[in-house]
């Protein structure tokens, strides 16, 4: 990783972002980051990618095997916020209507009366997403890209914040439809929560064990906290040396030999996006290339498609990320030698002054 000042390459720190970033901002994310990590024991990493995505306005895919806590994780962190919360769970019977709601037919008014499905909350959840049909996953489309629902030639929109927390099982194949790739855009990042560690473990059977530590779970946050933290999380400063930076590690996944299909100009937004949350997070109101290098794998990996010889070669999306990672030049401060990420030749200490308001 490289050390790198962003407000040295355009003359300055940026102003009117730190009167929205910082103590509101860290106080609401502790508050939720300690809620979630009291129910999900040792994932701080996975906790601080999934509030990453909340506060860069994306949505969260949970990939893993069976009892890991993927539903636990998505339901922690939709309980520590005062918000409307819907949970599905995808079948193959589950039509599009029960996900987007259905026009019925009013006797008493001679009219058609809107009922709104599952989608019309603020945090939905989707649980085993690929065991529905592509019909029925098609139905979120629209809602993920555009936040808004179209029935019946009328357009109804979605309440703010919005997001969609979805999992599945990756091995069990048996009865599931992947997803498509166009699915698979529209979720900003894909994270594996994985096994605990022995002490996590140890410490989950004493939290788990009587009851489940959902049930005393109380929002710590309330919805307009939210919303008022992603309105300043768009605020961050990105520079044009790091924005052309995440242009570059995208466009190489298109040209990349052991890819057949390589990520759409909207994972470079899903990426900056990511980035910028990053960086609020971490107390700045600036970007660095440290953020955008720190999350390519997770916004970028699950919408690659490796070719039949990469595949037979037991290449992964993951492994060719990070190899793009080590070939992209970093941008260096001004006045300063750039290096290859990940190869050995670093950049220079650029002097780290504290960021003013956070």
Same mark, same amino acid.
């Given at each position: 990783?490289?050390?790198?000042?962003?407000?040295?390459?355009?003359?300055?720190? $940026?102003?009117?972002?730190?009167?929205?970033?910082?103590?509101?901002?860290?106080?609401?994310?502790?508050?939720?980051?300690?809620?979630?990590?009291?129910? @999900?024991?040792?994932?701080?990493?996975?906790? +601080?990618?999934?509030?990453?995505?909340?506060?860069?306005?994306?949505?969260?895919?949970?990939?893993?095997?069976?009892?890991?806590?993927?539903?636990?994780?998505?339901?922690?962190?939709?309980?520590?916020?005062?918000?409307?919360?819907?949970?599905?769970?995808?079948?193959?019977?589950?039509?599009?209507?029960?996900?987007?709601?259905?026009?019925?037919?009013?006797?008493?008014?001679?009219?058609?009366?809107?009922?709104?499905?599952?989608?019309?909350?603020?945090? #939905? @959840?989707?649980?085993? @997403?690929?065991?529905?049909?592509?019909?029925?996953?098609?139905?979120?489309?629209?809602?993920?890209?555009?936040?808004?629902?179209?029935?019946?030639?009328?357009?109804?929109?979605?309440?703010?914040?919005?997001?969609?927390?979805?999992?599945?099982?990756?091995?069990?194949?048996?009865?599931?439809?992947?997803?498509?790739?166009?699915?698979?855009?529209?979720?900003?990042?894909?994270?594996? #929560?994985?096994? $605990?560690?022995?002490?996590?473990?140890?410490?989950?059977?004493? @939290? /788990?064990?009587?009851?489940?530590?959902?049930?005393?779970?109380?929002?710590?946050? *309330?919805? *307009?906290?939210?919303?008022?933290?992603?309105?300043? #999380?768009?605020?961050? /400063?990105?520079?044009?040396?790091? +924005?052309?930076?995440?242009?570059?590690?995208?466009?190489?996944?298109?040209? /990349? $030999?052991?890819?057949?299909?390589?990520?759409?100009?909207?994972?470079?937004? /899903?990426?900056?996006?990511?980035?910028?949350?990053?960086?609020?997070?971490?107390?700045?109101?600036?970007?660095? $290339?440290?953020?955008?290098?720190?999350?390519?794998?997770?916004?970028?990996?699950? +919408?690659?498609?490796?070719?039949?010889?990469?595949?037979?070669?037991?290449?992964?999306?993951?492994?060719? #990320?990070?190899?793009?990672?080590? *070939?992209?030049?970093?941008?260096?401060?001004?006045?300063?030698?750039?290096?290859?990420?990940?190869?050995?030749?670093?950049?220079?200490?650029?002097?780290?002054?504290?960021?003013?308001?956070?």
């Amino acid at each position: 990783m490289t050390t790198y000042d962003d407000r040295a390459s355009h003359g300055g720190t $940026p102003t009117g972002v730190s009167s929205r970033v910082g103590d509101d901002l860290t106080a609401t994310v502790e508050r939720v980051r300690g809620s979630v990590e009291g129910v @999900i024991e040792g994932k701080p990493e996975v906790v +601080r990618l999934a509030l990453t995505v909340l506060l860069a306005e994306g949505h969260l895919l949970i990939e893993d095997v069976p009892g890991v806590g993927k539903t636990m994780l998505a339901k922690a962190l939709a309980r520590s916020i005062d918000c409307s919360v819907r949970r599905i769970q995808f079948t193959p019977d589950l039509l599009p209507s029960d996900i987007t709601g259905v026009s019925i037919w009013d006797q008493q008014r001679r009219d058609f009366e809107f009922k709104p499905g599952a989608i019309f909350a603020q945090i #939905v @959840i989707g649980d085993e @997403i690929n065991r529905a049909s592509p019909k029925t996953q098609s139905a979120l489309l629209e809602s993920m890209e555009e936040r808004q629902v179209t029935i019946d030639g009328q357009t109804y929109e979605l309440p703010s914040p919005f997001m969609v927390v979805a999992t599945q099982n990756p091995v069990e194949m048996e009865g599931t439809y992947p997803l498509p790739e166009a699915q698979r855009d529209r979720f900003m990042a894909r994270v594996s #929560v994985g096994y $605990p560690s022995v002490e996590a473990e140890l410490q989950m059977l004493d @939290i /788990h064990g009587g009851v489940s530590p959902l049930e005393d779970l109380q929002p710590v946050a *309330h919805a *307009h906290e939210i919303v008022k933290l992603v309105e300043a #999380v768009r605020g961050v /400063h990105v520079s044009e040396p790091v +924005r052309r930076y995440a242009v570059e590690l995208v466009a190489a996944t298109r040209t /990349h $030999p052991d890819l057949r299909l390589g990520a759409s100009p909207r994972a470079t937004l /899903h990426l900056l996006r990511a980035a910028k949350a990053s960086a609020a997070l971490a107390g700045r109101e600036y970007a660095l $290339p440290d953020d955008v290098q720190a999350l390519a794998v997770a916004v970028l990996a699950h +919408r690659l498609l490796p070719t039949a010889q990469a595949q037979l070669n037991r290449r992964t999306a993951e492994q060719v #990320v990070l190899e793009i990672l080590q *070939h992209t030049p970093v941008p260096a401060a001004p006045g300063q030698q750039g290096g290859l990420g990940g190869l050995g030749r670093t950049i220079p200490a650029y002097p780290q002054q504290p960021p003013r308001g956070l």
